[in-house]
């Protein structure tokens, strides 16, 4: 069992930068994987970017790449999302999640967070 809560969300002008963190409580959470996703008033849920257990692969949906870094600290139980130059279209509610995984960044996801909102003025 794990438990996850983000934090650092916001509010911030277009081409600003935040840094959510998700603090994880529970056991063996060097071998989960944990991933960042978004939801946006009216819209679905989406993957925006995932971390294996070790750190050492990592996936992006294209919106966010080159824009945005996901990194973990297993020693912590911490996983961050940095997020430079943001635009409207990223306002959502951002929620941590992770699933135990041996291998590689999964796309189903077991344990999730109550969400942080991001807020980007124009």
């Known amino acids: 069992q794990l438990q996850l809560v983000e934090s650092g969300g916001g509010l911030v002008q277009t081409g600003g930068s935040l840094r959510l963190s998700c603090a994880a409580s529970?056991?063996?959470?060097?071998?989960?994987?944990t991933a960042w996703f978004r939801q946006a008033p009216g819209k679905e849920r989406e993957f925006v970017a995932g971390i294996n257990f070790s750190g050492s692969s990592t996936r992006y949906v294209d919106s966010v790449k080159g824009r945005f870094t996901i990194a973990r600290d297993n020693a912590l139980g911490m996983t961050y999302l940095q997020m430079n130059n943001l635009r409207p279209e990223d306002a959502a509610v951002y929620y941590c999640a992770a699933v135990r995984s041996p291998v590689g960044v999964p796309t189903e996801y077991d344990y999730w967070g109550q969400g942080t909102q991001v807020t980007v003025s124009s």
């Open positions: 529970g056991r063996f959470f060097s071998s989960y994987a």
